[in-house]
């Protein structure tokens, strides 16, 4: 099972829900949400994957953004009595209390006096956490590699992501999860960028999950962001081109493909809740199908 941990961003929500609704979500894969906002977004997102009776975890002590700022909420959702909805706690310096799953990180307690070995874990992947007595645990790595200056994700243009897909299991854990295609240091600003660059992940000959960075030419300024995205994505159409036997042809792939063939640059946004959503249908498929994730989704009607 794969635990994606989001940070709860509108375009983030908007990756999954879409997929949500064009049937290409898998039920092995259980988002794990910090809110980082109340939002709208999140409500329709809590509330889309409650009618589909579809797994989510929901933390209840975010420890960034402003939602933690907030007692009353100006968008609550509401959940069944027979929800698909799970709390989730940021595990501090206390007792344990008794949640659905506990969030283990750099400042969380590892007195095993105030642990109880039955609850399910999410734990960094350091060994003085993955040594915990939990009978249940889910490894949580930090595999995407930021960069501090977009630009430079051209200087090494092909990363290693993850290969816990293949070895979680023999490693007795439950679960594994990352990041996604962000880091796990959080920030949250937006604006023109002099650089864009395109994230996509993909399985390498041996199924490890790697990342292609497609990153635009003309970085001296914030100018003409439509030309630096059409940089990127004529990068990224070369190398689906190239390679298109190996890769699977996602929605998220589809449509930044159209954006470039169509001339529309969509917002830095909407190309992150694409290259996000491309990832997240890419693992929803080898889950599924195993080697055999190159059939992809719809055409072949497989199920989660």
Do not use: C
């Not at 854990?173 to 240091?185: H, L, P």
């Amino acid at each position: 099972m794969y635990y994606p941990y989001f940070r709860g961003k509108q375009f983030d929500l908007l990756a999954l829900s879409t997929l949500v609704k064009e049937q290409r979500w898998s039920k092995k894969i259980i988002p794990i949400i910090e809110p980082v906002r109340d939002s709208a977004t999140l409500k329709k997102t809590i509330e889309l994957f409650q009618k589909e009776k579809l797994q989510l975890y929901i933390i209840e002590n975010p420890q960034v953004g402003r939602f933690k700022f907030f007692e009353a909420k100006q968008h609550p959702w509401q959940l069944k009595a027979d929800t698909s909805i799970y709390s989730a706690e940021i595990i501090t310096n206390q007792k344990l209390d008794q949640t659905s799953l506990a969030i283990f990180n750099e400042q969380s307690t590892r007195d095993q006096n105030l642990l109880n070995s039955n609850q399910f874990a999410l734990l960094p992947n350091q060994g003085r956490f993955r040594i915990l007595p939990f009978q249940k645990k889910i490894i949580l790595d930090d595999a995407f590699i930021a960069r501090k200056k977009i630009e430079t994700y051209g200087n090494h243009d092909d990363d290693f992501f993850s290969d816990q897909h293949l070895y979680y299991q023999t490693d007795g854990f439950a679960g594994f999860s990352d990041y996604t295609i962000e880091s796990s240091r959080y920030f949250d600003k937006g604006g023109p960028s002099r650089a864009i660059a395109i994230h996509v992940t993909y399985f390498d000959a041996y199924l490890n999950l790697r990342v292609k960075h497609f990153v635009s030419d003309t970085n001296d300024s914030t100018k003409d962001q439509a030309l630096k995205f059409f940089e990127a994505a004529e990068k990224m159409l070369e190398w689906y081109d190239r390679n298109q036997d190996q890769l699977l042809l996602t929605l998220g792939m589809t449509e930044l493909i159209n954006y470039l063939k169509t001339k529309k640059f969509p917002g830095l946004g909407t190309i992150k809740k694409w290259s996000l959503a491309h990832h997240l249908e890419l693992l929803g498929a080898y889950l599924n199908e195993g080697n055999h994730y190159l059939k992809g989704w719809k055409k072949y009607g497989i199920q989660g």
